[in-house]
Structure formats: structure tokens, C-alpha cells
């Protein structure tokens, strides 16, 4: 597989590339700027070619396929009946607020994190608790746990909704700070609803724990959801699956979505299929190229860009640049786009702690990368900033 390839997505539809004006180079929403797997396209061309889309079923082998790949992957025991299937993790996480939550019952989130959290919440008629994940002076994120659980007790929370790995700090939890939260959800009888959609994209000194794979009393706490839309490139296909051992839990889940929310179709069935069970050799050498992309950022930013801090992600392929020393009194989302012509994330839309952030998607060829922090530094120069 080529990554260093451009290939022209304007004339697809894609949100990434349309939003925004052909001048703009666009580094935003979270999808890669790469093809997905040959396997990939194979199946979805020989399921095309038959002709026939009528309603269809969850392929036979499809939920074995994913007890395997948690086993081997993570060292995580499921059974095929612990998985369901659902069109969207967002999906899922809206779901599960309405499953296990009444109007007026408080939810926790650590921001600063991704857009949907903080609005699933609300949209329930739920109470949303925020809590701040702490950025030590070198720009790495911690959980406070003091915080967390006096949050919790203070406000009744009732559920919890984790993101691991974290979008957008690019943290990856590990498993004494796993525990911790688990055990203080546990003392005070806390669901949490685990978002994992990042799991298969973990960089080398690092490594993706499932919470629900700790130990029993928490895997029977714990709804989690992953999907393979950003490990192989097919978020525009809507295919995810929860993973929930309790039967009390995956039964309220099943009768609040009755109605309500069906399964992927069946093109996002195929593509899913194929890309897990044929697609870890094209993930192999995705990874390597991510990896170098992010350590080549890293240097660039700190080069090119002098008083933008950037944290560095132990995985997703999502930067977060802190741009609140050098952008003091704009926003640094609006200032690089009307100055660089560069679209990235308005750190502002991840909660209160993304003000004077961006999210920078790295996950496009190298050209791109380079293109966008020369012009970023150029409208920086431009500005009187560096």
C-alpha cells in the first residue's frame, strides 16, 4: 500500500474535503486520506455485483470473528452472544445514556473529549458532569481521581462514559489508571459505557486494555463499543458493535433500541468481515507509516511552529496542539484557517479545556503534513508570531 499517494477526494462527497473551500487543506474530521484494504474493496465489488440488497442478516461468522480477534488482540474472554451490532459507536453511546438513565440522572465525562460526549447528555434530558482530565507542565494528561469520585458522589452520577483511547489528548490508558476508575464506578454503583474505537491504532510503546477485560465484577459493569470505521478506513459505512457480558445490561440494551435502531446494512457487514478477518497485514504497515507521521509532527512543530506545544499521542491519529501561548487572543482554529488556509478541529468544540487548541489529523500523506505546517508557519510569520 502506498500512504505517500494524494488521491483526490473532492469529487466523493467526502465531509472531510467538501466542507470547507478548495483553498483549504483540509486536516479535521477524523477519517485517513488512505485506501482501505484491497480485501476490503474485493468483498464489497462481489457483493455488489450479485445485484440483490433485500434485508439481510449478520454474517454467521461475524460474531465469532470478533471473539477471536479480542482474545488474541487483548487477552479479553467474550462469548458470540455478548456481541450486538450497531450503526454507529455514537450510535451506541446515545443508546446507552437512554437505556440506563432517567431525566434529570447525571452523567460523567472527562473532557476535553470528543464533540458527541457532551451532547449525548443532554439531548437525554440527563445532567452532564464534567471532569477535567489534568495536563502536567510536559502537556501529559492524568485522571484526578479525587475529582473523579467526589464528582461522582456529588452529583449522583449514574454513568460514566470513558473514551480509550482518549479523543483527543491521545492518551491510552493503563491498567492501574483503569482500575482506579473502574473500582470507584464499581463503590458507587456506577454503569460505564466505554467508547474503544481507537483501540486497533496504538503506537508501538503502548498498548490498547480493554476496562471490561480486567476482571468479572468490572466486564459486568461495562458496555463497551469499538468498531473497525477508523482502523481500516470505513467510518462512511457505519458498522460497530458493543460488547456487553452482563445479560441484565444487554437485555435493557436490546429492548430500548427495539424500534428505535436497527443493524449496519449489509455492504457495512461485508466490509467489516473482510477487513478483520483480511486486513491486519494492511494495518501492520499503516501503523509503521502513523508512527513516523507523528514523530515527523512532533519535530515539525516544535521546529516550524515555536510556542505551539503538542502532546504526544500514544494513539488514535489525532494531535492536540496548544496554541494558547502564541494565540492569545484569537481563536487558533479560525486564525489558521483565514491566515494558513489549514482546516483543522476548534479545540472549543471539545469543552471548555479546548479553548486555545486545535485537533490536527495526521493521518494523510506526508506531502499534506508538510504543506500544512509551512503554511501554518507562514501565517504565523505573517502575523508578527514568530
Not at 216 to 231: D, R
Not at 232 to 255: C, F, P, V, W
Not at 353 to 370: D, K, T
Amino acid at each position: 500500500m502506498n500512504f505517500d499517494e494524494i488521491i483526490d477526494r473532492r469529487s466523493t462527497e467526502s465531509l472531510k474535503w467538501c466542507l470547507y473551500d478548495e483553498d483549504v487543506l483540509p486536516l479535521w474530521v477524523a477519517d485517513m486520506d488512505f485506501r482501505c484494504p484491497q480485501a476490503v474493496r474485493d468483498a464489497l465489488k462481489k457483493r455488489v455485483s450479485h445485484g440483490i440488497f433485500g434485508y439481510g442478516l449478520v454474517p454467521d461468522d461475524l460474531p465469532a470473528i470478533i471473539v477471536e480477534r479480542m482474545k488474541r488482540l487483548y487477552q479479553w474472554d467474550i462469548t458470540e452472544r455478548d456481541v450486538c451490532f450497531v450503526p454507529g459507536v455514537v450510535t451506541g453511546l446515545n443508546l446507552t445514556v437512554r437505556a440506563f438513565c432517567k431525566p434529570g440522572d447525571a452523567v460523567m465525562i472527562q473532557t476535553a473529549v470528543y464533540p458527541p460526549f457532551l451532547s449525548a447528555p443532554i439531548r437525554a434530558g440527563l445532567k452532564r458532569v464534567d471532569n477535567s482530565l489534568t495536563q502536567n507542565d510536559d502537556g501529559y494528561y492524568r485522571v484526578d481521581y479525587e475529582s473523579f469520585e467526589s464528582q461522582i458522589v456529588k452529583n449522583n452520577v449514574k454513568l460514566f462514559i470513558l473514551c480509550n483511547p482518549h479523543n483527543p489528548v491521545g492518551r491510552v490508558f493503563k491498567r492501574d489508571e483503569l482500575l482506579r476508575m473502574a473500582d470507584i464506578c464499581l463503590k458507587h454503583n456506577v454503569i460505564v459505557c466505554s467508547d474503544d474505537i481507537h483501540c486497533d491504532l496504538i503506537f508501538s510503546e503502548h498498548k490498547h486494555i480493554p476496562l471490561a477485560s480486567l476482571n468479572q465484577n468490572i466486564a459486568a459493569n461495562t458496555i463497551t463499543f469499538l468498531a473497525p470505521s477508523k482502523t481500516y478506513n470505513i467510518a462512511g459505512l457505519h458498522a460497530s458493535m458493543g460488547i456487553i457480558q452482563d445479560a441484565g445490561l444487554r437485555e435493557t440494551i436490546m429492548k430500548t433500541r427495539k424500534g428505535l435502531i436497527s443493524n449496519p446494512g449489509l455492504l457495512s457487514l461485508t466490509a467489516a468481515r473482510a477487513a478483520y478477518l483480511h486486513g491486519d497485514a494492511w494495518l501492520a504497515d499503516l501503523m509503521h507509516y502513523l508512527e513516523e507521521n507523528r514523530d515527523w509532527l512532533v519535530s515539525a512543530v516544535r521546529e516550524n511552529l515555536p510556542g505551539i506545544k503538542m502532546t504526544v499521542p500514544e494513539g488514535t491519529f489525532l494531535a492536540w496542539l496548544d496554541c494558547r501561548s502564541v494565540l492569545k487572543d484569537v481563536n487558533p482554529h479560525e486564525f489558521f484557517l483565514q491566515k494558513a488556509h489549514v482546516g483543522l478541529n476548534d479545540g472549543t468544540t471539545f469543552g471548555s479545556e479546548g479553548e486555545g487548541f486545535v485537533r490536527f489529523n495526521f493521518a494523510s500523506p506526508r506531502s499534506m503534513l508538510e504543506e500544512a505546517i509551512l503554511r501554518m508557519r507562514k501565517a504565523m510569520q505573517a502575523e508578527g508570531l514568530l
